[in-house]
């Protein structure tokens, strides 16, 4: 170091710290200040050897490096010292042409008569260039001699040795050992020789290092166990032994290996840690800066990762940049500024490998950016040798609605025959996909099972079945609103049915949000104000991540099947096409064949009428296929073949009538003739003939664009039930869907503002303990447990987690609560009105979510504000939510008992209490007659027999109605005698006169109740008298 650079220059450890970066810019000026003088004073060996100092020193300072390369490059063609520069321009990556080094090391030769000290450093740099150990080995052998007259020998035969154990040459690397061992060594080299020898056979080559490292305490061996963790990727190891090389040499180079081992490591807290107070290194490596702007970023601390990245703008065109920028603009909620990015990349394309574009395509189509499409054909045709490209792009394509294409559809066929047995397109029979039905509908049987008993959070049986959070929750609820048959409606299952209400004191300020409450919360429109109602709320770090995920799940993946549902029904409204009523049935066994809608066209067509003699036929391609064939034998229509015809048959009926051009008879031909064949015996079609169509002909005619064409021809179009059916179905999917991302805009906007405004902070990321399968370990649902440590309380609307009192992680707990907890809070906070909040409880049973108690202020003004006509009770909405709400409950498999007995049994209680609170003076007995039936009807617990155990469902279907009936044998109390009196005639007129026709032995129980009551009061009443 003090005669001459070190061979490894660019890597050679120097601290670089603040005050030694201005040691290094000191020491860089005296050293040019002494060549100057060197060259004056007739020194040009000393002045070389200061400008190569100095020359390195600027090389390596971040502030001069750019310049250090320019004066590099124009001192390489300067005759006197292009050789000895050739080591530091090879380190410092200028492009140098090997073969013209070589000629000039041998022209220097044969100037000088032999080898010189320049020409023997440029060759001693150029074994480094060798493609192999094996070569570099033979390259230092073949210029041993000329190397060893100004190289350290010793130095030489260490490198032979270790390249020629890496290249497997054990034999000539023991030679080449046992010759310097008769030369003399240490013991401390011998022992790291030995090393790199046994590392070659097989050894542990950390275990040695380390062994190695802590015998001799040394830097060299350090760098060495280093370099080899870095090299096997040991980054846990790397993590504590890199910061013991960094902390002795402060270099910036091993400061980028600290900061990649703990990135790698995922221990980004430490990372933020130790470069948080050297702001010096950070601005000297670009590198550094990334880790740290990704440290951030894994931390929560997304603001301030933004703005460290800002500073990097130079680098923009990198892909860790881009990587960055995507993630921080989706986690942040700033989703719309993506779309300049797309717009900057799609600009950029022909810098972009396939993979970028495709990327960058599924981006731009969940932003539903103009330049989707092009950029998704852009990387297909630079992928187009990469399965995984070719597949995505074609997904990408369906989901968009461009899969029509020719283009597309190669890419689906090319992506096949490119995949392997791991995918990504697996070739597959209807035989195989048979085979493998039954496991699947069992583990998707499983999956539910588990749900409805609540061993299951929503989001991990979503994963198991294919289904998002959304699909288990907004898409339900807002189906379930125009429902109107509630047999029909889905369960949204977000409320355990063991929970009692969680009261919120003052001390709770602080909440972490789940996604599922995000939901609930956005659906209810009080999103703002729950979040502004706590002092801080924490989101995990993976929340609008999934929630951006998610909106590109709300959206249709196929819009042309929209597009067609739209022109089905329009055809439908200007009557271009009929409805199919059927005026017969079908025969049984085709419709065993082929269905019953091709079966009941079939019959309506070869159905005589006495009034109408017009030709009636079905359209429907050839062949048809036995249902329980699998495609693998056709239906017998042989019987049926003077009323079934082919689409091409039609299509050469509407060329006759002058509806469609040749162009058009022969695009319609190309495409018929790849999906269908003529049938057999098929009959002509005649003018103005009814034209059955199933489902599979409509969507050919939609596709060519013919369907408005056939009744210009004069036929009479008939389309299937099912096919209507479906068309209604597709729209009305379009309108919940654009609800569904309404409510997850109002949950970015929500967040995203607050999250910019410090309201709401970020979790630290989870560390990833399965990084090939983190999918589940990601999801916000197994994240928002681990706020517990920053908050008071959590919030989640999953039946599976809040059925706990408590969320624990580690050693931090906080109260577990569900947005019915927040909405009691609200009210009792006067943060929402009485009306609000009875109206989100009624919007909440409209909607599907089960397991909300019915609290008996609630239900005694529903009942107030409901009518009674004839005797008959005209429930509000608000009542018939509750009731429908309970019968949806007890039609399914959902409450669990014993373990959410808790939930029926204070419902029935509240019942029971209002329906006695009716019972007052001055009340009109008709109505609260017609009010107590209908409180009797919902309280009937034989209705809930199912859901025990055997046993105890056969005790109440045998005994009925016992225990509520014992209750409302407990007269009102503080009433006047008259309202006893007609209260006791409604309970033996409606309760206990039905029982004793129909339950002979439970009405003998009850009335031995009943005696055995009185016979008790009568006791304590005598022992009272007694006493006094």
Known sequence: MLNQLPFEAADFPLASDEVAMDARRKAQGHFTVSAEAARQLKCPLAARLNDEYALWLELRDPE???????????????????????????????????????????????????????????????????????????????????????????????????????????????????????EGLSDIDETRLRTIVAEAHGADPIELRKARFKETDSLTDLIVLVGELETLEAWEDLCQFGRSLFERTRSVADAERLASALSNAQRTPELLDIFRDLPELR???????????????????????????????????????????????????????????????????????????????????????????????????????DAGVLAAAYFLASEAGWEDSEEVAAWLHKAAELSGDDGPIRMMSFQELAERKPEWDRRESETWR??????????????????????????????????????????????????????????????????????????????????????????????????????QMATFHQPSRIRDAHQIRHLLATDILEKFVPSTVADSELSVQVGDELALLIAE??????????????????????????????????????????????????????????????????????????????????????????????AYFLHLDLLEKLQAAGFTVVVSRNEVSESNTFISYEAISGKVNEAIERIRSAVSSRIESGKIKVGARRRRSQPKDDSKYEHPTIGTCALAVHCNAVIYDDRFVNQHANAVDGGAQAVMLSTLDLLDAMVAHDLISFDDYFECRTLLRRAGYFFIPVRGDELARHLNASSVVEGKVIETAELKAIRENLLCIRMSNWLQ??????????????????????????????????????????????????????????????????????????????????????????VEERVLAPIKEQFPELYAGIIDWERRQIADMADMDLIEGESS
């Open 283 to 385: 601005t000297q490596s670009k590198a550094i800066q990334m880790y740290y702007c990704w440290g951030l970023y894994h931390e929560g601390l997304l603001l301030e990762s933004r703005v460290e990245l800002e500073t990097l703008s130079e680098q923009s065109d990198e892909r860790n940049y881009r990587a960055l920028m995507v993630n921080l603009g989706i986690a942040l909620g700033d989703w719309p500024s993506l779309s300049s990015f797309v717009a900057a990349e799609y600009r950029s394309r022909d810098k972009r490998t396939a993979d970028d574009l495709i990327k960058i395509a599924q981006l731009a189509h969940q932003l539903g950016s103009s330049r989707a499409k092009d950029l998704t054909f852009a990387a297909a045709a630079k992928g187009n040798d």
């Open 64 to 182: 001069t490096s750019d310049s250090g390369r320019i004066r590099l490059s124009r001192d390489l063609h300067t005759p006197e010292s292009a050789l000895w520069l050739v080591p530091l321009a090879l380190q410092f990556g200028i492009k140098l042409d090997l073969a013209v080094v070589e000629r000039k090391i041998e022209l220097d030769i044969a100037l000088n008569g032999g080898i010189t000290r320049d020409s023997a450093i440029a060759r001693f740099a150029l074994a480094f260039t060798q493609d192999s150990p094996a070569h570099v080995a033979r390259y230092i052998s073949q210029h041993y001699d000329d190397l060893s007259k100004f190289l350290d020998t010793k130095a030489l035969r260490f490198l032979q040795i270790e390249m020629l154990s890496r290249a497997g040459l054990h034999e000539q690397a023991n030679k080449q050992l046992d010759a310097l061992l008769k």
């Open 605 to 698: 067509a070869q159905r005589l009428r006495d009034s109408d003699s017009r030709q009636r036929i079905v359209v429907r391609p050839s062949p048809v296929h036995r249902l329980s064939s699998l495609m693998a034998e056709e239906a017998d229509l042989s019987e049926h073949a003077s009323v079934m015809s082919s689409c091409l048959s039609v299509v050469g009926k509407l060329r006759l009538k002058g509806q469609i051009t040749a162009d058009e008879e022969k695009r319609a031909q190309a495409y018929l003739q790849l999906h269908e064949r003529p049938w057999p015996q098929q009959p002509n079609i005649a003018d103005g003939a009814v034209l059955y169509l199933d489902d599979v002909a409509t």
């Open 450 to 551: 588990m749900l409805n008993r609540g061993d299951v959070p929503m989001f991990l049986a979503g994963q198991a079945i294919n289904r998002s959070l959304i699909n288990f929750m907004l898409f339900p609820a807002l189906a379930n609103l125009s429902e109107r048959d509630p047999r029909r409606r889905g369960a949204i299952p977000a409320y355990s049915g063991n929970r009692q209400s969680v009261p919120l004191d003052s001390a709770v300020t602080t909440a972490g949000i789940d996604a599922t409450a995000l939901l609930t919360l956005s659906f209810l429109k009080i999103l703002d104000k729950t979040l502004d109602a706590f002092d801080a709320v924490y989101i995990p770090h993976s929340t609008l991540i999934w929630l951006f995920e998610e909106k």
């Open 897 to 986: 008992l014993p373990k959410e007995a808790l939930w029926l049994d204070s419902t029935l209680k509240a019942f029971i209490r209002v329906l006695k609170s009716l019972w007052n003076p001055g009340a009109d007995p008709s109505s609260v007659t017609a009010l107590s039936d209908w409180i009797v009807d919902q309280i009937d617990v034989r209705g809930w027999a199912h859901r025990m155990d055997s046993e105890a469902g056969d005790d109440i279907v045998k005994m009925g109605p016992g225990a509520h009936i014992l209750m409302l044998l407990t007269p009102p109390i503080d009433v006047p005698v008259d309202v006893i009196d007609a209260y006791w005639e409604w």
